[in-house]
């Protein structure tokens, strides 16, 4: 169906679909929706704040990865949508100005000047964009198109170099493909689920409610390992908690390997048979010994025998994770020695075993697939391959030489490059990155040498959005169709089916019109998202990720539907699980094993700075709360930051449960209420990602975050830092000068406000 005939129909027209299905355009599990139309028989309007109406979500039934689950923040995402939008361009020339309302088309004016003026003094690279997870797959596909193609630059980034790209790094590293082969019925057949650094009860709630409801039903069927230096919720359903200190997973995993093998758990087989580089990997592992990672982790030896026993190539283990392992600055190595026990006892490309890497957007998988990352290309393919540059110039219609064979700017390198002064226009789009950067001090000043800031965002007040010369309307999930890639790399066909607010347009649209504006009509001429997806499955054929099958007609037709999908699947014929065959993506088809070192943490805890913050998630707020912080429910749920420390570094430092304190780095200072608990490792405190700068309550968590990276993936280590924490003892912001503070903040954005 056109995406225009949804767009026809206003929120409570009578004859309004009663409902529409799609993906929860929150977190990476991707469950199906249902959303009911704010009109029901029987039944009175449902309205938001303002009394605009809203549609309400329930469990799709029939959404084959989540079977009708849903978690707090998908039921309540109708509550959303329309409080406190952006309705139309806003342009400044300098951030002191206040924003004045503009039209589309001088907006896109603004944009193309600057583009010309930038290729014809410094060239392509002075232009970067850095977009986002939550992204429909034919927005990130034509913004590859525009920055790659187009204008010649690979300084294309998202914030999932932030979340995923260790877990790309290593898959490829490994396998010799990004891509998880695992599927969510995995956790249905494992005998162990081994969850490391991932929370999954607060972050990806209905895998683990999936696991949970297996447990209490049969709880001898499986064995439950969380491996986590807080005692999260995750882990105190667990059979076995390790509590390692922080940043020490890869000592454990070659201790783990270490013991199999003394144990004689390995499988020759499959080592033999389908991997390289094991004699290096034995050597690297046969100095992890017990009482040296024991001793490394901080935890006792018993516990890690047990662990390491429930390894094995007689059983079924699954394992799953998230940031706790990706945001390292070792994080590719800790993927590699994850996936190395796998390979080890042979437990991958089966029922109920694997390495499962828990994706953190709901399309960062899809961005994945379209090449939004600065060293990709569309269809799980490289921006240094010639043969990989060729294919899709072709496909583009542009001339040979089109696409730059070097990677472009990471996210953090982009930042960077705004401090020396080599941007000249920063395109931030659905991400904010003034919360969720690290070294938020220095992301702030760096943007502030950049001269064109444009910013697409659906919300009027984001913290980022403070920092722009040119804020865009972004019509967001609902407003505009697209597909989406969960974790299990399934594909759900999101439908427009509300209005886009005010004059706010889909992402893709934008880029395109841009592209249509620089010259390339024919390259960016489309009528549709269903277009911009066809061209984008075509890319992908005969690639690891193909889904050339797939349309967004036989998606809505069929049902969601897991990759691969090549020309001619039949939607019920597909294999549930990559690598079945055990023949890997790398060239000799065999998996290698990777031999790091562990390192440790970027920046070890001192006598100045003695203990390492972490900072993570809360189960009712995501990411910078531009959505949930509109939800009364979700707001009561968690309605202020908190540092969570353990009772003997309290009694140390003089911190009372509930009082103020300050906690400092070396890049910054905040405050925020403790919390003692014992739920937390000594040594470590915790606090939450989510209350920027714009938010009552702020809590700029990462104005104390280093910008230390892995070297291969470059993700930053978002999980450490060193940290003092000190009793508050007068208050540091007396009440009215908040107020005050805020309300300049507000008028900044006046205009756009309803
Ligand atoms: N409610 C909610 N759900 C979300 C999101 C959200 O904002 N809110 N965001 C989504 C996104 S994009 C992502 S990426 C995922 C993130 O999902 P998760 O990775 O599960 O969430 P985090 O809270 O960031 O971190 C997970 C855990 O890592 C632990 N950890 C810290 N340091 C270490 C370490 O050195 N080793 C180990 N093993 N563990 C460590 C922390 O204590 C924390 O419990 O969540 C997704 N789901
Ligand atoms: N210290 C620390 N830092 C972290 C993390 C951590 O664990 N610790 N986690 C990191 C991770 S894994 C992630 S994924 C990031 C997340 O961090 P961000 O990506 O910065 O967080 P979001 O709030 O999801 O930002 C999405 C923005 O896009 C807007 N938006 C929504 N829909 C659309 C749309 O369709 N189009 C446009 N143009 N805009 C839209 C939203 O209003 C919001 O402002 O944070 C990272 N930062
Ligand atoms: S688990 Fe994730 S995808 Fe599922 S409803 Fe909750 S936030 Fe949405
Ligand atoms: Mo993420």
């Known amino acids: 169906m056109a995406p225009g005939f949804f767009y026809f129909l206003f929120d409570v027209m009578p004859d309004s679909p009663r409902s529409v299905h799609s993906q929860c355009p929150y977190c990476g599990v991707g469950c199906g929706l249902e959303l009911l139309a704010p009109a029901q028989p029987g039944h009175p309007v449902r309205r938001d704040a303002q009394g605009t109406p809203i549609w309400t979500a329930r469990g799709d039934r029939q959404h084959p990865s989540s079977l009708g689950q849903v978690c707090i923040k998908g039921a309540t995402v109708g509550e959303t949508l329309s409080l406190g939008r952006l309705n139309q361009p806003l342009f400044r020339t300098s951030i002191q100005e206040d924003f004045t309302s503009i039209d589309w088309d001088e907006a896109l004016n ?35 198109k525009l920055l790659k193609g187009a204008l010649g630059t690979n300084n294309f980034d998202a914030n999932s170099r932030l979340c995923m790209s260790s877990a790309v790094a290593g898959y490829s590293r490994s396998l010799g493909s990004d891509g998880p082969p695992c599927c969510y019925e995995d956790l249905d057949h494992c005998s162990v689920a081994f969850l490391i650094g991932t ?127 990706n945001q390292r600055r070792e994080g590719t190595a800790v993927v590699g020695g994850l996936i190395n026990l796998h390979l080890l006892s042979g437990q991958i490309g089966k029922e109920g075993a694997g390495p499962f890497s828990l994706t953190g957007q709901p399309n960062a998988m899809g961005g994945r697939e379209a090449g939004g990352l600065s060293h990709l290309l569309p269809g799980y393919r490289l921006v240094t391959n010639d043969q990989h540059r060729q294919e899709v110039e072709q496909a583009w219609g542009m ?36 919360v969720s950067m690290p070294d938020l001090d220095r992301v702030k000043a760096a943007m502030q040498r950049c001269p064109l800031v444009v910013v697409s965002e659906a919300y009027a ?3 980022t959005s403070h920092y722009a010369h040119l804020v865009l309307p972004a019509a967001q999930w609902s407003e505009k169709a697209g597909a989406m890639t969960n974790s299990e790399r399934r594909v759900t066909y999101c439908p427009a089916y509300r209005r886009p607010h005010g004059q706010s347009r889909a992402d893709w649209e934008v ?52 990759w691969p999908f090549p020309q001619g699947c039949e939607p019920t014929s597909k294999a549930k699980r990559l690598y079945v065959d055990h023949h890997f993506s ?44 509109k939800v009364d429910r979700l707001n009561k749920m968690h309605p202020e930051p908190l540092l969570e420390i353990h009772p003997d570094d309290a009694h140390d430092l003089g911190v009372i449960n509930g009082q103020l304190t300050a906690i400092n780095s070396r890049r910054g200072h905040l405050t925020a209420r403790a919390k003692v608990t014992d739920r937390i490792r000594k040594g470590l405190v915790f606090l939450p990602m989510h209350w920027g700068f714009t938010q009552e309550q702020a809590c700029e968590a990462n104005t104390l975050m280093h910008d230390k990276a892995c070297p291969i993936s470059k993700q930053p280590e978002l999980k450490a830092c060193a940290v003092i924490v000190a009793p508050v003892v ?22 756009a406000l309803r």
């Open 199 to 325: 929370n999954t009860a607060e972050c990806h709630p209905v895998l683990f409610q999936r696991l949970m409801k297996r447990k209490r039903r049969n709880p001898d069927s499986v064995t439950v390992v969380v491996v986590d230096p807080r005692r999260t919720d995750t882990a105190k359903a667990a059979d076995i908690h390790l509590p390692i200190a922080a940043g020490t997973d890869l000592a454990l995993l070659h201790g783990i390997a270490h013991l199999i093998l003394r144990e004689n758990g390995q499988d020759p087989r499959f080592i033999d048979d389908h991997t390289d580089n094991y004699d290096a990997f034995f050597d690297v592992v046969a100095r992890w010994t017990p009482r040296r990672v024991a001793r490394f982790c901080g935890i006792p030896e018993k516990r890690l025998r047990d662990v390491a026993h429930l390894w094995h190539r007689r059983e079924n283990v699954l394992s799953l994770w998230s940031m706790g392992v």
């Open 461 to 463: 007040t984001s913290e």
């Open 110 to 144: 603004h944009i193309t000047q600057q583009i010309q003026t930038s290729l014809s003094t410094k060239g392509p690279n002075a232009i970067a964009m850095y977009g986002s997870g939550q992204f429909h797959t034919e927005d990130y596909y034509l913004a590859q």
């Open 730 to 751: 007068s208050v540091l912001k007396p009440p009215e000068q908040t107020g005050r503070k805020r309300q300049a903040l507000k008028r900044l954005l006046n205009p």
């Open 511 to 562: 880029f395109a019109e841009v592209g249509k504006r620089l010259g390339f009509e024919n390259q960016f001429n489309y009528s549709s998202a269903e277009e911009v997806y066809q061209e984008f499955t075509q890319l992908t054929r005969g690639r690891l990720c193909d889904v050339s099958g797939l349309s967004h007609r036989l998606l809505e037709r069929e049902g969601p539907q897991q």
């Open 399 to 434: 001339p040979q030489g089109s696409i730059a064979s070097t990677p472009g700017l990471s996210a953090w390198q982009q930042v960077e490059a705004m401090e020396k002064g080599e941007l000249d226009l920063w395109w931030v789009a659905a991400t904010n990155p003034l």
């Open 586 to 629: 790398t060239t000799n088809g065999r998996a290698r094993f990777c031999t790091e070192q562990p390192l440790g943490l970027a920046e070890p805890p001192c006598d100045l700075y003695p203990l390492v913050l972490t900072v993570g998630r809360y189960l009712g707020q995501w990411h910078t709360m531009t959505r949930t912080a």
